[in-house]
């Protein structure tokens, strides 16, 4: 199911005031207890970066493959295909274990074949046909709210890093770097209609929607 998907950059302040207004009115998310987590993804893309350039160039539709965790968990590592279609998002995940990962990260790639997920499946063929591979890792700290009517769900991202070396997905200290004067994102994402409590909450001046990727942030640096 595709959900429309609104991005604004923003700073300090905007995001300390759209916390007290998200917490008067939202919930907050069940699986962050202490309010945020941290979120590691390591991005796919191909020799040609397909995926950075067809984001930089406004296709309007594309997609992207990601391995994630959060917290530093590997007991629970997904891979995820994100598909948009214009201002149109849709996600698509499936658990991979720790030997899954690393096997990937060290071009062993026979066992995908013969998985029994259809995710896996396809990442083989487009690893083996247009040779996707692992690119960087992207950190953030994630404040994430969620609203009931219109399954809306709002966050807001900060503390972007970069990871230059793939491989060190699987080791939580692996060295990432700050990416410069990267701002803060706040991400609303619902399903049929915005409620517009939500829409006045998450107003702010001088504001509009962009095409901010943390991916492309990120690779500015490797």
């Known amino acids: 199911m ?3 998907e609104w991005k604004h950059p923003i700073n300090l302040s905007d995001r300390l005031a759209l916390r007290q207004r998200l917490t008067a009115i939202a919930q ?4 962050a207890p202490d309010g945020r987590y941290l979120v590691r993804s390591l991005y796919f893309d191909t020799p040609g970066d397909r995926a950075l350039r067809e984001k930089l ?3 309007n539709r594309r997609e992207k493959f990601r391995l994630r965790c959060y917290n530093g968990d590997l007991s629970l590592i997904h891979l995820e295909k994100k598909s948009k ?3 149109l998002g849709t996600k698509e995940s499936v658990v991979v274990s720790v030997e899954e ?5 060290h071009g062993d790639l026979s066992w995908m074949a013969h998985s029994g997920r259809t995710l896996v499946w396809e990442l083989y063929i487009k690893m083996r ?3 996707l591979l692992p690119k960087i890792i992207v950190d953030y700290t994630r404040e994430p709210f969620v609203y009931p009517p219109g399954n809306v769900r709002v ?3 900060y503390n972007l890093r970069a990871g230059l070396s793939p491989a060190g997905f699987l080791h939580p200290d692996c060295p990432t770097i700050p990416t410069g004067d990267s701002p803060a994102i706040l991400e609303v994402k619902w399903d049929a209609y915005l409620p517009q409590v939500i829409r006045q ?9 962009s095409a901010f990727s943390k991916y492309a942030a990120c690779r500015v640096y490797g």
Not at 28 to 31: A, E, I, K, T, Y
Not at 101 to 105: A, E
Request: proline share 9%.
């Open 85 to 87: 279609v214009g201002d």
């Open 101 to 105: 990962v690393h096997s990937i990260l």
């Open 57 to 59: 160039d406004g296709v």
């Open 155 to 157: 966050t807001l991202d």
């Open 129 to 131: 046909s247009q040779l």
């Open 201 to 209: 909450a998450v107003q702010l001046p001088g504001r509009r929607a």
């Open 28 to 31: 907050p998310d069940p699986h």
């Open 2 to 4: 595709y959900r429309h």
